[in-house]
Each structure stands twice: as C-alpha cells, then as structure tokens.
C-alpha cells in the first residue's frame, strides 16, 4: 500500500542549528513528493518538490530536500534553522496512476529556540 | 492571484446537527480536492473534482458526507447529521493537472 512515514512527530532545535526532516515513502511507481509547511493559522504552503531529475531539490526560505530512491527517503534540510521556522512540516506523495492526489504523512512540528 | 478560501474558518456544532463548508478554489483551476486531518493523524484525501465533476470520492467516510461543486467554480461539503468523529481540519486545494496542489487555510470543525 502507498504510504508516507514520518518519523519524528516533534523535533526542537536552537536558533542557528542545521535541520533534517526525515520522510519515507512507499509507492510503487516513480513518485513525485512534496513538502508542504503549515504556519499557525495559515494554509499548507509548498517548500518544494522533485518529479524527476536532479535528486537534490531547492525550494523556499533556503531549505533543500534530497531524493533518494534506494532508501525510499526525501528528507528536507536547513542549514541554519530561523525562528520564523517554527510549525509543522508535511512530506507528501501523489499518486500518478488513478486519481492524481497525495497522500501525507503525520507531519513534523518544529520547535525553534531562541 | 488570489489563494484557495475557506470558509467558516472555524465551526462548532452539536452532534446531529448539519454544516457546510465552502471552497473557492484559485481561477482557472479546474481541479480541487478536499482532505481531512483528524487530530493526530495525518491529512486524508476526500474526493476530487475536475471542474463540475466527481472524479474520485474513494475517500469520503459515508453517507453522511456530501460534496458538491457548482459550475466548477466554488465547491461545498455538508456533514449532515454530523457526528463526534467528524470534528478535524477540512482542507480545501486545486489545482492544474499533475502539479503541486494549493491548499486553503482549512476549515476547523468540532462536533461536541
């Protein structure tokens, strides 16, 4: 069955600390993934995405996420963790056969301190 | 350009009770979806539209659920009677095709 897995429901990091968000997948096909950030009282907003191509992704707000098919894994890092960072992150795959939808993992909420 | 909007954003109902939800999805977007997050679990798909049609509702719980999209412009959700496990956050997205989906700022619902 497709599914996403994200490990870590709660990670807390210092000001100034790099960042990785862990996130594997199971899909059969080749997959495109997302990560979605969700700020309080805001919408899920896309950081980035990989369909294909380079394995190593640039998005907004200078995070990055690497896509690696052997481990089944599309982390997303920071180097340097702001403190407008804080929320909750949600790493997702669509589905291309069938209906084109995602399917998300339980989501990673990031604690900053200052 | 205008994002995906919600709305109420907030809903608190007594089980039994009917509510709607509504989504403007972005202009010229012919496909929106709607998803639900349950406390603690992850955000679930509910159903798909392409413009004023059903594509896909695999996900909507039961009969209880009932998603409409006029026109193929905005597009309602009633939960009628709504009962205690129906509270969550309603997501609204759309969407070009095989492309990264915008999502609204979601609709929270609790059923006491």
């Known amino acids: 069955a497709q599914s996403v897995t994200q490990p870590d429901i709660h990670i807390t990091v210092s000001e100034g600390a790099s960042l990785e968000l862990r996130c594997n997948y199971s899909?059969?096909?080749?997959?495109?993934l997302f990560w979605y950030v969700q700020s309080p009282g805001q919408g899920l907003q896309l950081l980035l995405k990989?369909?294909?191509?380079?394995?190593l992704v640039q998005g907004i707000k200078g995070f990055e996420a690497e896509f690696k098919r052997s481990q089944s894994s599309f982390n997303l890092r920071k180097p340097s963790v702001h403190w407008s960072d804080a929320a909750e992150y949600f790493c997702?795959?669509?589905?291309?056969?069938?209906?084109?939808?995602?399917?998300f993992g339980t989501g990673t909420r990031l604690k900053v301190l200052a | 350009e205008a994002g995906v909007t919600q709305f109420p954003s907030h809903s608190v109902i007594e089980k039994g009770q009917t509510v709607t939800l509504r989504c403007d999805p972005i202009?010229?977007?012919?496909?929106l979806y709607w998803y639900r997050r349950v406390m603690g679990k992850e955000i679930k798909f509910l159903l798909h539209?392409?413009?004023?049609?059903?594509?896909?509702e695999s996900g909507m719980p039961n009969n209880r659920f009932l998603a409409e999209r006029t026109g193929g412009t905005y597009s309602t959700l009633k939960v009628q009677p709504a009962e205690l496990e129906d509270s969550g956050v309603y997501f609204c997205?759309?969407?070009?095709?095989?492309?990264?989906?915008?999502f609204g700022p979601g609709t929270r619902l609790t059923v006491l």
């Open positions: 539209f392409v413009k004023e049609s059903k594509q896909d």
């Open positions: 997205a759309s969407s070009q095709m095989y492309d990264e989906q915008f």
């Open positions: 899909y059969g096909a080749t997959p495109y």
């Open positions: 202009s010229g977007h012919d496909n």
């Open positions: 990989y369909f294909s191509g380079d394995t």
């Open positions: 997702a795959v669509a589905t291309t056969s069938g209906t084109y939808k995602y399917i």
